[in-house]
């Protein structure tokens, strides 16, 4: 089966350090595999995406993510947290076959302690 | 560029009351469309997708309906709103899948609580 596992439900950093949110999929095919984050009582905004290109993907906000297949892994990281990095984070992956669908993670809340 | 909208932002509603969301995007032809619920501690369900205009897809059983008038609207309806519906609806759109899969963009939901 398909699924997408976000391995912390909440991560809390000092402003400053780095940041690691980590996801893990199971699958058997190639996958599509994105990072959204989301702010309280807002949508879901597209952090960056990884589609068989390059492994080590930059995204917005100076946050980056490597897709190591051997590992199936996908963990999202930032060299310095800014108190605006705040929010909920989803890992979220799809395959070629499922028609345009996403299978999310569960969430990792980000604290940033100032 | 392209732009999603949804609206109302926020909507109170009493148990046993119609209801009505609705989607719009711009800037792009025969998007995919999704409806999604959030309900408290975080995770999102996908209620409906469509691919084309009058083509739904249900995903869960359910007292809710969606339709799809014109190309880029989408639209979440009840005809009678159970306690169970409260939650953030999000509106979401994607390219069709054409090589590899294709992100969604969101719109920034509405939350709704029944009363």
């Known amino acids: 089966a398909q699924s997408v596992t976000q391995l912390d439900s909440h991560v809390s950093v000092s402003e400053g350090t780095p940041v690691l949110l980590r996801c893990n999929y199971s699958?058997?095919?190639?996958?599509?595999l994105f990072w959204y984050v989301q702010h309280p009582n807002k949508g879901l905004q597209l952090l960056l995406k990884y589609t068989s290109a390059a492994t080590l993907v930059k995204g917005i906000n100076g946050f980056e993510a490597e897709f190591k297949k051997s590992e199936t892994s996908f963990h999202l990281t930032k060299p310095s947290a800014h108190m605006s990095d705040a929010a909920e984070y989803f890992c979220v992956v799809t395959f070629y076959n499922q028609g345009g669908k996403l299978i999310f993670g569960q969430g990792t809340e980000l604290s940033v302690k100032p | 560029s392209q732009t999603i909208h949804q609206w109302p932002a926020t909507l109170v509603q009493p148990v046993g009351s119609p209801l009505s969301l609705e989607c719009t995007v711009e800037?792009?032809?025969?998007?995919?469309l999704y409806w999604y619920r959030q309900a408290a501690g975080r995770g999102l369900q996908l209620l409906f997708y469509?691919?084309?205009?009058?083509?739904i897809s249900s995903e869960v059983p359910q007292n809710l309906s969606a339709s799809r008038p014109q190309d880029r609207q989408f639209i979440l309806s009840s005809k009678k709103l159970l306690l169970s519906d409260s939650g953030f609806y999000l509106c979401a759109w994607s390219i069709p899948p054409g090589g590899r899969n294709q992100p969604q963009h969101f719109g920034d939901g509405t939350r709704l609580s029944i009363l």
């Open positions: 469509s691919v084309g205009i009058g083509q």
């Open positions: 800037g792009t032809s025969n998007p995919n």
């Open positions: 699958s058997s095919y190639s996958p599509s």
